[in-house]
């Protein structure tokens, strides 16, 4: 069974600009969540996705959005990149949602802003 | 009241040592405290994970043990080796959070040949 597979896999991109990064969680998973990890705040959740609908956002600002698809694929997208967006961005797939639910995490996109 | 306190940043052990993390959470609407194992260039994986109503977990060579009145949970690894080396999290979640993980700051193993 193939993993969470996030693309691309590393990303340039320069203030002001914005982004979209992919996933494709496995296969049968309806929840997608993604996180951000970077040296200073470690992991920190961005939002979930169920069903097409997000189910729980963290304490980022609008310009983090996201967005799943009929086939569970998921979507990030970064408007308006700041210098601290700079990060490792994580996606990760459930079969439900719900505390308790093993979370496979993709390899993510490290996103660096210049 | 989101946060939890994980220590040490970073820990060497030597092969065949045990390797002992600790966590510390305050929400108590925290159910279920799982632990991820992160390589290089990877994205975490779950080791283990621990839900209230036991003290203690066994998989192999690691170990969870919880003290809920405390509201602290620790990992153990059992004779450490060298592939054992990378970044430890711990995490908590409750019923209600849906895929919400609070993680830990993470902790650097290394484990010396």
């Known amino acids: 069974k193939a993993g969470v597979t996030q693309t691309p896999r590393y990303l340039i991109k320069t203030r002001g600009q914005q982004v979209t990064l992919s996933c494709s969680p496995i296969?049968?998973?309806?929840?997608v969540s993604w996180y951000q990890q970077t040296p200073g705040q470690g992991l920190q959740f961005l939002f979930e996705y169920f069903s097409e609908t997000q189910r729980n956002k963290g304490n980022f600002p609008g310009r983090f959005s996201g967005r799943q698809f009929s086939n569970s694929r998921s979507e990030m997208n970064v408007s308006t990149l700041e210098l601290g967006d700079s990060a490792l961005y994580l996606c990760?797939?459930?079969?439900?949602?719900?505390?308790?639910?093993?979370?496979?995490f993709g390899s993510g996109t490290q996103l660096s802003v210049l | 009241q989101q946060q939890v306190k994980q220590s040490p940043q970073s820990l060497i052990v030597q092969k065949g040592g045990i390797s002992i993390i600790n966590c510390a959470y305050e929400?108590?609407?925290?159910?279920?405290f799982p632990w991820y194992q992160q390589f290089p260039g990877k994205g975490p994986a779950l080791l283990i994970a621990?839900?209230?109503?036991?003290s203690e977990k066994k998989e192999g060579r690691f170990t969870i043990s919880f003290n809920k009145s405390a509201k602290q949970f620790s990992l153990h690894i059992m004779d450490s080796q060298p592939g054992d080396s990378a970044t430890y999290f711990c995490a908590a979640t409750g019923e209600t959070s849906g895929s919400r993980l609070t993680f830990g700051e993470g902790t650097q193993l290394t484990v010396n040949p």
């Open positions: 990760a797939s459930s079969r439900r949602t719900g505390g308790g639910e093993k979370l496979f």
């Open positions: 296969s049968g998973h309806r929840s």
């Open positions: 929400n108590t609407a925290f159910d279920y």
């Open positions: 621990i839900r209230p109503d036991v």
